[in-house]
């Protein structure tokens, strides 16, 4: 869009698409990932999925579009405006060749929005897996749009090229949404060359946005507005913040070390883990105990016992050979070429992920670093990852106090545990393959309980947690199908929490009471510190956005859709029937 008399003749989209993802990861109209097979865990398989788009899906279909196009084109033309005159090419010609590219940019964005899936479509692992080959995948494709031909064999050659990765045509492959990549040949048939290459290279200069100068940076951030809000409603960039958390997004094993090896004493490590493998015991008695499971309760058993609870840091962190070698390729960087330097790490991350395809399966296998205050499930490895930086307060303290721990640290393994039987997980086997291991009656009873959550959740009003003042008067609602997952396991979790806890207080006798909060009971003190896990605070937008996108509920609801279920927690505080927090209908899976 720089070039008025650009005409594409030398232009090749497939080639351009593919050096986007192998050089630079980018995920443009088709993403490209390496994944562990759904149906055989011990390798590796190329997963092909719907490319992610310049702007929500949502604001790029929602009937008002007005103001989400305004600033898109007013983006668009700002940033190739402020290019063009740095290339001396300001003339009025090219200003308004800049306009109308920009307007086909958006009308391709529109169109690329209508093929695509919700997110909330894609959470059915059986739906989402579509094993084929690259030949078998040519042939669909070519027929859903005679005379266009998008050589898929080609493109994953050249993608994987640079990973030193050969792939044919009998390349077993699995496809997220089959019906998304026949609708996109009938769309990039229909559109010119000069808004598919207008449309890749906006993709790459957005994605670097971030890597120019400041101004550059803010213009994107007003664009990409879900991004503004990094905290209490700080709309720009603080250098020392956004450094430090990029340089441990990209390095997370190098930032790792330096953690661990100044901030974290074996000790804590051992006593999560005493946490960990107590909440793990406490949930296989939960499963134990539910007879409604019936034959599927032995499978249930074995995928717990299977579970591997990665708590702390990964081994490498502790064999400085080893975290050389696992940084052997890392491009050299050079304190004045800070763009350089990203493009370099850029390539350098694309490309090891493209060559997972040959190499064997990591079992244990860290997905993110230390140094991330968060704590994951992974389906496909049957394994939990509770990284070293939750191991600090308010979610995890040195001393003995099992209250406040259990509460906080429990109630989060407790969640990730559960992930591995919520509606989604439950969909796998111990060894994380998708394998129907429940019953029809068993199914049946699981579907019955949990919509008990859906309806919960769904009755919440939401605007409540916001001041009178910011209510607009339109109900926000909770979706309770696509945050079932998290709900389930919130109160799975917090209930496999607590029996840990009691059964250890009874073990070690231990009798809490904390300076200042005498009043209050051990039993209630697990209460409180579980509240504040989600102490929260939401502005209508960022809470109109989370509803929208996020699987997670607002934590205010987490808070109370959970001890609306739970009899202790009534107990404990002597809630009368009936109460608020103490109805009489009670949702229970486990």
Known sequence: MLDSNWTGDDFDFVTSLARMRGLYGGMAVVSVTVEMDSFNTSSNVILLGQGLLQMRRESLLEENTTANKDAFLTHMRTSGAQMLLELGRDTEQALATLVEDSLAMWNFSVELAKITVPDSNLTDPWLTYNPTTIADLQVQCDQAAPGFKFDWLRFLQETFREAQVEVTGEERIVVEVPNYLTALMRVLKATPKRVLANYLLMQLVQGMADEV???SREDHRKLNSQKDVKSFGRSSGRAWYDCAQKTNKILDMAVGYLYIKNRVGENVVHMAREVVENIKGAFRNMLTTASWMGSAREEALKKVDNMMMLVGYPDLLTNET?????????????????????????????????ARLRKPVVRKGWARGPVETNAFYSTLQNSIIIPAAVLQPPIFRREPLTALNYGALGVVIGHEITHGFDNSGRERDHEGNLHEWWTAETDAEYASRSSCFADQYEAFSVSQILSPFERDGAEMKINGVASK???????????????????????????????GLEGYSQDQLFF?????????????????????????????????????????????????????????????LW
């Open 528 to 588: 409180i510190s579980f509240g504040q896990l989600w102490c929260s605070q939401f502005t209508p937008w960022s809470l109109r956005l989370l509803l929208s996108t996020d699987v997670h509920i607002p934590g205010a609801f987490r808070i109370k859709g959970v001890l609306q279920n739970l009899r202790e927690f009534s107990h404990a505080f002597g809630c009368a029937a009936n109460a608020t927090f103490n109805p009489e209908r009670k949702c229970v």
């Open 322 to 354: 080893s975290l050389e070698e696992y940084h052997s390729r890392l491009p050299k960087m050079s304190e004045q070429t800070h763009f350089e330097n990203m493009m370099a790490l850029s390539r350098w991350h694309s490309l090891r992920s493209l």
């Open 213 to 215: 100068v400041a101004a």
């Open 485 to 515: 997952g998290e709900n389930i396991a919130d109160n799975g979790g917090t209930r496999a929490a607590w029996l840990a806890y009691r059964s250890r207080v009874e073990a070690t006798g231990e009798r809490l009471r904390l300076p």
